[in-house]
């Protein structure tokens, strides 16, 4: 089993600046794809980032490209979200997650919720205007 602990959410002036950290235990997860999702409530997850196993690929969503950068440290077992230019929409409580499956494949898609089987149980990003 994989446990995932987000850190590093928080109120943040719109501009601003938030690095989010999900530390994995259990076992490493240096062969896994690792993504962010965030939710606000009524709404469905939605997809922020996901990278590859060996950082090789990354995939953004068009409403953070540019701002959001996906990152991680398979030494440490931890990948990060840096999120720079925050929007009040990006408020959010955001999630990791992460799949033994490393990489995109031909019948499954690393933006989207249901490929991940490991989640985290999240952390509140709130941006004021």
């Known amino acids: 089993q994989v446990q995932l602990v987000e850190s590093g959410g928080g109120l943040m002036q719109a501009g601003g600046s938030l690095r989010l950290s999900c530390a994995a235990s259990?076992?490493?997860?240096?062969?896994?794809?690792m993504a962010w999702f965030r939710q606000v409530p009524g709404k469905e997850r939605e997809f922020v980032a996901a990278?590859?196993?060996?950082?090789?690929?990354?995939y953004y969503a068009d409403s953070v490209k540019g701002r959001f950068t996906i990152s991680r440290d398979n030494a440490k077992n931890t990948e990060y979200l840096q999120m720079n230019s925050l929007k009040p929409e990006d408020t959010a409580v955001y999630y990791c997650?992460?799949?033994?499956?490393?990489?995109?494949?031909?019948?499954?898609?690393?933006?989207?919720?249901?490929?991940?089987?490991?989640w985290g149980q999240g952390t509140q990003v709130t941006v004021s205007s």
């Open positions: 259990g076992r490493t997860v240096s062969g896994y794809a």
């Open positions: 990278i590859s196993w060996s950082s090789g690929s990354k």
């Open positions: 997650a992460a799949d033994p499956r490393g990489s995109s494949g031909p019948y499954y898609d690393l933006r989207s919720a249901t490929t991940y089987r490991y």
